[in-house]
């Protein structure tokens, strides 16, 4: 495990207007894990890079995408192929958004669009679980802050998840399978210059679901709590014996 990495899975890009001023997915979640750079790795597997061995990775983050789920793409077919075998060695696994609902995928769950539309915004997320029993969730609040953007949802979890966080628009905002593999879908990586920025993309997405985006603006909070997850799991990868 000496010279093992924490890999990031690079699913997508973000909007191009946000890079140049924000940067991507995996710098948000580079820098919420709070890892030395030299043990992060990037695999961009929508642009056909092979994954890692497994004796080569001591924790993957899948992140989130603009393609869907239920598109099937090839690269998202291997990684979902890919997924069991992180499981069954017990190598941390954390999936956000798209990677949350691909482990879902992987394990035997349904993946759909959500019947109510787009989640977006600052949402209360509320735990549903004893969190002291949880690597990940341990002793967090019962209630806490996240940022939301995704249109598709696990419509079912596997029968081997457990479910972790939820709240009235996301009966599935967080699940666990065994003991180190966790699928979350609101953003544990965003900031509120980059839930903004979705929001002003998003826009007509956002009143086609029958919400005003002047308020879902008004209620961008800091998210904290939600943050901390990242730095926790890069703990959890870089102590793994």
Same mark, same amino acid.
């Given at each position: ?5 924490? &890999? /990031? ?16 997915? #995996?710098? !948000? *979640? ?30 993957? &983050? /899948? ?16 990684? #979902?192929? !890919? *997924? ?8 941390p696994l954390l999936g956000i958004c798209y990677g949350h609902q691909l482990i879902a995928k992987a394990m035997g769950g349904v993946v759909d669009f959500h019947p109510r539309g787009i989640e977006i915004g600052t ?56 003991s180190s593999a966790w699928g979350v879908q609101f953003h544990p990586e965003s900031d509120i210059p980059i839930l903004k920025a979705y929001i002003e993309n998003l826009t007509q997405a956002i009143v086609d679901s ?32």
């Amino acid at each position: 495990m000496k010279n093992s990495k924490i &890999v /990031i899975i690079k699913t997508g890009e973000t909007f191009p207007s946000i890079i140049p001023v924000l940067g991507d997915f #995996e710098d !948000w *979640i580079a820098r919420g894990l709070e890892q030395p750079s030299h043990d992060i790795q990037v695999v961009n597997v929508e642009a056909s890079q092979p994954l890692p061995l497994l004796d080569a990775v001591k924790g993957v &983050v /899948i992140a989130g995408s603009h393609a869907m789920v239920t598109q099937n793409h090839d690269w998202s077919l291997e990684l #979902e192929g !890919w *997924i069991p075998e992180l499981i069954r060695e017990n190598i941390p696994l954390l999936g956000i958004c798209y990677g949350h609902q691909l482990i879902a995928k992987a394990m035997g769950g349904v993946v759909d669009f959500h019947p109510r539309g787009i989640e977006i915004g600052t949402a209360d997320i509320d735990c549903v679980m004893p969190r002291d029993g949880d690597q990940l969730f341990n002793n967090l609040p019962p209630r806490f802050k996240a940022h939301v953007f995704h249109s598709q949802t696990i419509i079912k979890l596997p029968e081997s998840a457990v479910l972790v966080a939820k709240n009235d628009f996301e009966p599935h905002h967080a699940f666990r399978i065994g003991s180190s593999a966790w699928g979350v879908q609101f953003h544990p990586e965003s900031d509120i210059p980059i839930l903004k920025a979705y929001i002003e993309n998003l826009t007509q997405a956002i009143v086609d679901s029958g919400q005003d985006p002047s308020l879902v603006l008004d209620g961008v909070e800091e998210t904290p709590i939600a943050f901390k997850l990242l730095k926790r799991f890069g703990s959890l990868a870089s102590d793994r014996p």
